[in-house]
């Protein structure tokens, strides 16, 4: 029993994971970004849903609406006027850039909201379980969590594989310059990858503020777990993202029966086990 | 240059710069000046200094990862905090000296940094930077459930194990202070040791030859995609490195503190992010950035403390504005604007007019011409003592056995150095047909899919046409190059690798190009002037015909590809067999479109029956250069009569008629060679090894002299990198001219052969003697009747054209040679039968001495060739599913022999999938048999199955092959 | 009726200067050929049509108006394509997406859209799901052609596209070409390959150097005049 119960618990902390990272996934694939400020930005989302919701008094619902809109101007501009300046050959130029950004995030959250921990009310919902029998029982938030992240990934494919704009971001990863001929402007192209990404990143932020407590440094914790997942599934692919969202989650619920210690650590160990063995991940796009 | 005969033992190679001098001198200075600042200095100072000089330490170590080993950590803290934790361990448990802790931390630090390492270096770029991140996590949360110090809440060094350094009461003393100001003192001092001690052995590091490849490496990205395993190996004694200096380091910065918790001990702000602005402010890349980055830091941080998280935000900020402004820091901006180094790690050649630097004037220096396409550091010259330039290695002559030897040396990691005379590679398309084989040297340099992005495909070759003129009769064709339908099966199941068309002009400079990517250094304008050898090496006097000054190399082998033409041959006194100037031929190098000539039958070659032109290489020759604009017309001449000496207009005429109409055209070269048919007796006298054409000179047909030298080069580099590294006796070496003279015996047979192979083709025709185009169109007209005497005469032609395939299909001799020698080991059963013709047709057997067979196999859903699997400088054993013991026998005799023997099970469950089965088919031995390949793709030996001692059969079958045997 | 024209283009790598002072037109439903031997600067001048190269505004005006150091996705939206040297295919999109990719943006009205490139190129509608790395060069190039042509360009420009196929397929794609031409775009063949050039060409410019040494109708210029052109001397 104990064993089932985690295993359901693990699954759905993978699709909490799978969120963190398909923000990150996405503008990799497309413009072989690395972005280090990644987990602070989640934060930063959580800080603006919450000000929605105890400052402005707005429903949950639309705190997370005007935050996604927010970041998705945030992340449009971000690109723009920083960060494809940086991109090229060298990975040195985007991963310091990224860095900078963190640290500068972090201590400007430290300054406005000081280091108190926060959590986004979710009322009555916040604690809701279903029982699904025989003393199991999955949480509304969890279950929640895993249903939006499907929901990402669903969409991302389909405007990945079956858009206009998708194609365009597949033609511009493949060949920036070529596609610059098909009257793809590559700067916008990635502008809007970074912008789309920073809405994932949003939807992020509002669980990673309402199922358990944050303060503006826990970005790059968060972050570390983001990749994990991008790796373990492989760059490129969604469903892989999730899959490796959900083997970290079930590798940190069996860690965590051990001792609470061991709950992240088992992750990273189960990530690094998978690196020995297959490197570039499980599920690698063919291409590239 | 007024004295033409220069004292060569003045000319010597340098790497200071004045500005380098006076940083020895500063240096000279400022270091004593530093060791005595505590007697002087307050404490909060000395404190001071002690965090600038750690911040040194970590930012160089961090410095040398990213800014010179291209490896990006982000997780140079979980050294830093096992550094400390081992050093508290260590002093508090253990009992340690602190003194004697900091540096066992060090140790511990590299210990750990080894499997730590081992899976992070499988990951490359932006994954690799996370995973070091993730390793520092797994050691952060390691440490914090270690209870005895703390666990997650740390602990303090108590005060007397803190005091129990040794000297502590002698500083005290001589200082008059009081413990822990003489605790500052001592940790001051070792803070200055530790970082003096880091720089130098970086900036030592990388004026070596594994630095210097280790920085060209940097600059050039796509050389970074094809790393050796040499350069993987040096990046992770980098790594290894740069450990443990982190683990010193903070084993220093705790016990000067006094007090340590995991979340401070393995802080990503303090150990990576402080340390990655530092050097990203003060200028990656450099030894002089880290230094004015922390100082930099240390200003900044003094002025802005205060303003806590505003502090952090600047810096961040200023980080990125410089990334984005100036990406080399300011000490690139420097560098870029005033051309000066205080540590300069490339190195110049001081011309002999300045015997020693005079401080007060201009260093007068010269630097070495360098190659178009070469970047930065001129790479290994090892210090000079006695002679100009030591290496382990001279080549003589850039051509195509020249810059193989050069690729396969590098990447084998041997020194080398390679001179040519004249300024650049080959400027003449000679050679072009590129072999199955060739491509398979060519596949394990890496170089591979760039020759065939430059080459015409196997498709377009093989149309060979037998014709009056390109636009006028054609009398016959041959599917040629494997082109026919019969043929093509025989060459794709032979090789994973394909034929192609690439003129020596682009070939070469491909070649040239991995060369200098994996760290050999070449000298052009550089003419060999003569050679004296001793049981210890060679010593070859060379003219840099640039400053006319003559200088002398020293090197433990030398190999002599310098030609037709070699010098070194001749010096040697290689006994040459046959004879030379068989006939005339010259070559007219032109551009002009004929697509309309050849579109429907695309081919390398055309042959041109036109009066006067049996004899050179049989015929007339159009030959396509670069489809089909550039082309070369070859035309004999009356070798007795001397070169003739053609107007243009002449050229012109003989083009007209080779094409048969007169289309737009410009000749771009004309130059005249003459047919030759000699091999040496031998290849190779002592130390001296000579490849390629200066020991087989014959004319083009088959296409074999730039495959052959290419080949020559891949089955002596392993053997010199076997010898060199003392694993081999020098007995192995000798193995080289019994393997090679043969394969260049019966080359040069073949392709003169196969111009005599073509006169037939006139004699039938009727037209060896024609004078005139009318008489040879009537001549051309006999074989049209309806006579009994046409239709032999018909017969006849094609059965002497389909002959032709001995030039043009002759897939035995381009990939069949088996070797006999004593780096072959006899399995005891008799040679395999041929079951077709020898010549035309390659017979794959792992019978030793021949090449290991090609098929296809899996790896991780990953398709590899049987030779993917060996090569690189070492042994492979392949066995199969019952052959476990074979790779335990091949790990104890690489250890005990030295050389590498790396054991590869295929079959259903092993490592590798004989997916196909073919395997099974071609290996000739059981599953629990095994075939032991060289490094050159060879088979060397093989058993049908297991033994009852297979470590002690390999061992000896190794110590034969090894010349080792007793 | 002009269409694209060219002021005293110029065009530098660092010190190498690679154009000298080019003018060149070309009219309205007029093929127009530029040949040249390698290194001539044939393809740089494409570059710096197409904006993949700077140049100053006044140097390249396309329908009377100036488009010199406009970016790529600006030039190629007012009506020119390219058809890139080497094909250049985006490996991780199928062969009809690759089509499809070509109108991005631009839905003009014209003869061409999908269907009408299939019945070109029958070949590309039996493979149209499959990567377009699995094609044979030629097939590859078809698609490269059909993918500029997607955005029914007004201008076409075709660098080297005879380059690296097979004599049979150069002409499979060449009869392709004048298909082209009769649906009444503008076409730049750029060759090495003269005779190919001559056959489909109303004009022919013939570079050397960096420099236009001939122009005229091929009816006019004797092989010679080319020649010399074309090699210099």
Redesign the interface.
Known sequence: MIIADTLIQGILLGGLYALFATGLSLIFGVMRLVNLAHGDLMVVAAFAILIGVEALGLPIILAAIVAGVGMFAFGYLLQSLLLNRTLGKDILPPLLVTFGLSIILQNGMLEAFSADTQRIPFGALGGASIALGGGLAVGVMPLLTFVSAVAVIVFLNWLFYHTETGRAFRATSDNPEIAQLMGIDNSRIFALAMALSLVVVAIAGLYLGARATFDPLVGPSRLIFAFEAVIIGGLGSFWGTLAGGIILGLAQSFGAQISPEWQTLSGHIVFLLVLLVRPRGLFPRAVD | MADAAIDASRYRVAKSTRASIIALAVMAVLVPALVLAPAVMSRSLLQDLFFVLTMITLAQCWNLL?GFGGL?S?GQQAFVGLGGYAGFALAILVGFDPLAAIACAGILGALLALPTGF?LF??Q???F???T???A??YR??F??WTTLGGGTGTSLPSDVARGIVGLETVATLFDVRSSHARDILSYWVALVLAVAVIGAIYAFLRTRNGLALSAMRDN?DAAESVGVDVRRVKFAVYVFAAAGAALTGALIYYQKASITPQSAFS??DWT?FV??IV?IGG?GTLEGPIIGALILFALQNWLADFG??Y??A???L??LV??VA?RGLWGFVVERYDFSLFPTRRRLIGPDTPVPDYTQPVREMRLPHAAGVSGADLPLEVPTMFDIETDVLIVGSGPAGVASAALLSSYGVANVMIEKYSWLANMPRAHITNQRTMEILRELGVEEEVYKEAV?Q??MGNNVFCESLAGEEVGRLLTWGNHPARRADYELASPSKMVDIPQTLLEPIIFGKAMREGCLVRFKTEYLSHTQDENGVVVTVNDRVADVTYRIRAKYLIGADGGRSQIVEDLGLPLEGKADLAGSMNIEF???L??L???R?SVLYWIFQPGSAGGIGAGVLRMI????KWLGMWSYDIAKGRPNYSDEEIRQILFRLIGE?????VTRVSYWAVNNIVARRYSVGRVFCMGDAVHRHPPTNGLGSNTSIQDAYNLAWKLKLVLDGTADPALLDTYNDERQPVGKQIVNRANKSITDTLPIFDTLGISETETQEEMRRQLDTRKASTVEAEAQRKALNKQIRNKSYEFNCHGVEMGQRYRSAAVVPDGTPEPEYTRDRELYYHPTTWPGARLPHVWVER?RQKLSTLDLVGRGRFTVLTGVAGAGWSLAAARVSAETGAEVRAIQIGPGCEINDTFGDWALVSEVGDSGCVLVRPDGYVGWRAPMLSADPAAELRQVMRRILGRAA | MRLLETHALEAFYGDFQALYGIDLRIDEGETIAVVGANGAGKSTLLAAITGLRQTPPDMVAFDGRPIGGLKPAEIVSRGIALVPEGRRLFPSLSVEENLLIGNYGRKVRGPWSLETIYRLFPVLKERRSQPSTSLSGGQQQMVALGRALMSNPRLLLCDEISLGLAPSVIKDIYAAVADIRAAGASVVVVEQNISQALAVADRIYCLLEGRVTLTGHPGELSRDQIGRAYFGG
Request: overall charge negative; proline content about 10%.
């Open positions: 990213a990006v982000i899976v499988r990951l770029g932006a994954y930077a996370i995973g991140w993730v390793a996590e797994v949360l390691s914090a459930q990205p990503v702000i992010a990655l602005f990203v990656i998280t505003w952090l935000m810096l961040g900020a980080a990125i990334m984005l990406p495909p498709e377009l551009d002009a479109d697509s309309h050849v579109e429907h695309p670069r489809p089909w604009h007169e289309v737009p055209l410009k991780d």
